[in-house]
């Protein structure tokens, strides 16, 4: 299927994406036994380290619809942008596209940059500005999300966006779809979710 996007301004590269400085990071062994309670609550870990659906689980945590703010669909072809490594999984030429999650509030939960192969993003974003999730859902999509990494960092500009001071809790992970990978997801949550799930780290 070919895409008919239109990218979301003129340049080859461009503007960046909101990567966390971190101050802490874990890889795939340190994330399958799960982290110390002390580290990261087990509420906290569910979030982070679970395999469902984030959008689902603010929704469910909320009790409003998880809404999405479309900021960026640029297209990087081939460029590593900056990327976790897992991006060279995904085929190019690739799509990038930058999301804030909120409620139907307007209050900002989360932020998310996917990487998708531009020519198949059409076929499973049908409509760009529902949820993952949910695009995925309507067409029966069946997936494995592979959580990589996790992270414990600073971004000024998340800091702005979500008008929460950091550090900030975030993820990166594959979507994988028939064995192959669909589209490498980077996930950062706002400290707000602490009214929810309680404060990150017990003790």
Not at 103 to 125: C, I, Q
Not at 172 to 188: A, D, K, M, R, S
């Amino acid at each position: 299927m070919t895409a008919t996007f239109t990218p979301t301004n003129n340049t080859a590269l461009p503007t960046g994406w909101h990567r966390l400085n971190p101050i802490w990071e874990g890889n795939e062994e340190t994330i399958r036994p799960g982290l110390p309670h002390t580290q990261l609550s087990p509420a906290w870990q569910l979030l982070l380290l679970g395999d469902g659906s984030p959008t689902r689980h603010l929704q469910l945590l909320t009790g409003e619809p998880t809404e999405v703010d479309v900021i960026d669909m640029s297209l990087i072809d081939m460029d590593s942008d900056a990327a976790p490594n897992l991006i060279q999984k995904v085929p190019g030429p690739r799509l990038r596209r930058q999301v804030w999650l909120r409620n139907s509030s307007g209050k900002r939960l989360g932020y998310a940059t996917s990487w998708w192969e531009a020519s198949h993003v059409d076929e499973f974003l049908q409509n760009r500005s529902l949820p993952i999730w949910l695009s995925l859902a309507k067409i029966r999509t069946e997936l494995y999300r592979d959580i990589q990494g996790i992270y414990y960092g600073h971004s000024d500009a998340l800091e702005s966006g979500f008008d929460e001071a950091g550090p900030f809790w975030g993820r990166h992970y594959l979507f994988w779809h028939h064995g192959q990978p669909l589209t490498l997801i980077y996930e950062v949550f706002s400290p707000y979710l602490t009214k929810y799930l309680g404060n990150t780290q017990l003790g």
